[in-house]
């Protein structure tokens, strides 16, 4: 998991990236590839 300023260059990253609110913070996570989290907030 990484906590980043920007999460639209990660979404960019993957084509299976999506961003999503969760609690006041916005994640962005990937089905098909686990590994690829980000957090925002």
């Not at 906590?3 to 961003?19: G, H, P």
């Amino acid at each position: 998991m990484k906590v980043v300023n920007s999460l639209k260059t990660l979404k960019k990253r993957d084509r299976n990236n999506r961003v999503i609110r969760r609690r006041g913070r916005v994640y962005v996570i990937n089905k098909k590839n686990p590994r690829m989290k980000a957090r925002q907030g």
